[in-house]
C-alpha cells in the first residue's frame, strides 16, 4: 500500500496560487504605474533647505493657484540627466518646476546645474531623503503634477522622456492644466 504525503500536494497548489496571482496582474489597470498614496491629497511638505543659492521651495509655491511640477532628481542619476532637456524645455514654455534634489553631494548638484542649466524655479536640498520618503519617492527621477490649489493630481515615476511619457504623463498634464 502506497502512503499518501501531504507533500505530494504541495507543489500544484503553490503553482495554482502563483498562476492566479500572474493572471490577475495582467488585468490591472495601468501595469505600468506604481500607486501613489498622495494622489488626491495636499502635497507634502518640502525641506526649507535650498541647494546653495537657488531659491528655497516655500508652501506658497505649491498653492500658486497653477499647476506646478515638482520634480526629484540627483545628479548622480542617468535617467535624471536624460530627461533634463525635456524639463529645461518645458520651463522655457512657461511650465514652473520645482526641484528637488535628494541623495546627492551639495556641490556636485550645483555644477551640475550651472553646467547643463537650472530649469526650476526653486530648488530643494533633502540630502538624507526625508522629503522623498514622505512624498513616496521610490527612485529618482519621479515627477509630480500638483494643482494651483496644493493638490498632487499625478504621479510619474521615471524620467520624462519616450512613449510612457508622451502616452501617459502628457495627458495627464494636459488634463491638469484644462481643468
Not at 524639463?87 to 514654455?93: H, R, Y
Request: aromatic share 10%; hydrophobic share 45%; net charge negative.
Amino acid at each position: 500500500m502506497a502512503r499518501f504525503s501531504p507533500l505530494m500536494i504541495a507543489p500544484p497548489v503553490i503553482f495554482a496560487a502563483l498562476a492566479g496571482l500572474f493572471y490577475t496582474g495582467m488585468f490591472r489597470d495601468d501595469p505600468q504605474g506604481l500607486p501613489s498614496t498622495r494622489v488626491g491629497q495636499p502635497a507634502p511638505p518640502v525641506t526649507e533647505q535650498a541647494l546653495g543659492d537657488y531659491p528655497p521651495v516655500t508652501a506658497d509655491m505649491l498653492q500658486s493657484g497653477e499647476v506646478t511640477l515638482v520634480n526629484f532628481w540627483a545628479s548622480w542619476c542617468p535617467p535624471c540627466r536624460a530627461e533634463h532637456p525635456k524639463l529645461l524645455q518645458m520651463a522655457a514654455e512657461g511650465m514652473p518646476i520645482i526641484g528637488i534634489n535628494f541623495k546627492d553631494q551639495a556641490a556636485t548638484a550645483q555644477r551640475y546645474l550651472m553646467d547643463d542649466d537650472n530649469p526650476f524655479e526653486a530648488v530643494a536640498f533633502d540630502p538624507n531623503g526625508r522629503t522623498a520618503i514622505e512624498w513616496g519617492v521610490t527612485a529618482p527621477p519621479e515627477t509630480f503634477i500638483v494643482g494651483g490649489d496644493g493638490t498632487v493630481l499625478f504621479r510619474f515615476a521615471g524620467p520624462l522622456v519616450g512613449s510612457d511619457y508622451e502616452q501617459r504623463f502628457l495627458p495627464a498634464l494636459d488634463a491638469a492644466l484644462a481643468d
